[in-house]
């Protein structure tokens, strides 16, 4: 069984800063893909960026980063230079393959995360 | 149409009835997914299709739940005997051969 551990319920960030969201897994398996999605209030899921478990090279996309350290088995997500439109909660999650395909993903509790002007 | 569509966006109903909630996927997504989100909670899965068949529906917490696709594209989720506790935002996603999956803006259900 797969589990995805966000140890941060909420978080206050001065715009501008940058942000770490916190995020561990648990899993047996070998072949398996990460994955940060932020929800706004409007309700949807927005994908952010994604990590293969194979993969050398942290991912990134834009403003964004996956901060992923295999051994330790966590998958930290790095927002730079914080704008107040990042306001949302932000979600782990984790598919057992990593081909970059999302079957069965296992979502954490969320990180709430609120940018002050 | 641009993303994945789900309707209705609200539906309150009262214990025990019978409920529907559609998801329109992004055309020619062939992977579909529904996930039941509680306040406070991340995501669930519940079901999830390839095609017209239901791949894995290991999620569906009981024989109240099923869900439908039967040609491939649009599909409903369908909830009988309604009870409090099925209350939350059901998520519907989409993806293609390969890639994340995108969602839906839910539907907020609540039973009274």
Redesign the interface.
């Known amino acids: 069984a797969q589990k ?1 551990t966000q140890t941060q319920p909420g978080m206050f960030v001065q715009e501008k800063e940058a942000v770490t969201l916190d995020c561990t897994y648990d899993t047996s398996d070998q072949s398996y893909g990460l ?1 940060w ?1 932020k929800q706004p209030s ?6 952010l960026i ?1 990590q293969g478990s194979y993969d050398e090279q942290n991912a990134t996309e834009g403003r964004y980063s996956l901060n992923f350290q295999k051994a330790r088995k966590s998958a930290n997500l790095v927002i730079s230079a914080s704008q107040l439109g990042d306001s949302a909660m932000y ?1 782990c ?1 984790m598919s057992p393959y990593s ?12 990180t709430h995360l609120i940018i002050q002007p | 149409g641009a993303g994945v569509s789900q309707t209705p966006s609200n539906k309150v109903t009262e214990k025990g009835k019978y409920v529907e909630l559609r998801c329109d996927p992004i055309s020619g997504h062939t992977a579909l997914y529904w996930y039941r989100q509680s306040l406070g909670q991340g995501p669930e899965f519940l079901i999830y299709f390839q095609g017209t068949g239901a791949a894995d529906d290991s999620g569906l917490p009981n024989d109240r739940f099923f869900a439908v696709r039967p040609e491939g594209s649009v599909s409903t989720l369908k909830i009988q005997r309604t009870e409090r506790g099925d209350s939350a935002v059901y998520l519907c996603a989409s993806r293609g051969a390969r890639g994340p999956l995108h969602f839906g803006n839910g539907t907020r259900l609540t039973v009274t």
């Open positions: 995805i994955f999605y409007s309700g949807e899921m927005i994908f994604y979600f999650a081909g970059g395909g999302a079957d069965g993903l296992t979502f954490g509790k969320g």
